[in-house]
């Protein structure tokens, strides 16, 4: 069992950067594979970016690649998604999501999610 606990998000300025971090509580964290995934009013929750238990292996969303960056701690059990040259359409609730296999981008797979953490970018 993970439990998740986001936090980092706010209101930002397009154009501007902010750093949301994901706590998990357990001694296994360092097997499992972290996600980020969002969720905008009336749209579907969608994948964001990945990270491997170990950090060698990450994968981005096309729409963020370039502008986010996923990492993790492992003696923090903490993973983060550094996000720059955010965009209005960046606004949504972002999940931290935790699969307990080494790497996978399947949703799936994720089987524990933290709360959420609201990211607004205005234009």
């Known amino acids: 069992q993970v439990q998740l606990v986001e936090s980092g998000g706010g209101l930002v300025q397009a154009g501007g950067s902010l750093r949301l971090s994901c706590a998990a509580s357990?001694?296994?964290?360092?097997?499992?594979?972290m996600g980020w995934f969002r969720q905008a009013p009336g749209k579907e929750r969608e994948f964001v970016s990945a990270i491997s238990w170990r950090g060698v292996s990450t994968d981005y969303a096309d729409s963020v690649k370039g502008r986010f960056t996923i990492s993790r701690d492992n003696a923090k059990n903490t993973v983060y998604l550094q996000m720059n040259s955010l965009k209005p359409e960046d606004t949504a609730v972002y999940y931290c999501?935790?699969?307990?296999?080494?790497?996978?981008?399947?949703?799936?797979?994720?089987?524990?999610w933290g709360q959420g953490t609201q990211v607004t970018v205005s234009s």
């Open positions: 357990g001694r296994t964290f360092s097997t499992y594979c």
């Open positions: 999501a935790a699969a307990p296999r080494p790497w996978t981008l399947a949703p799936t797979e994720y089987k524990y």
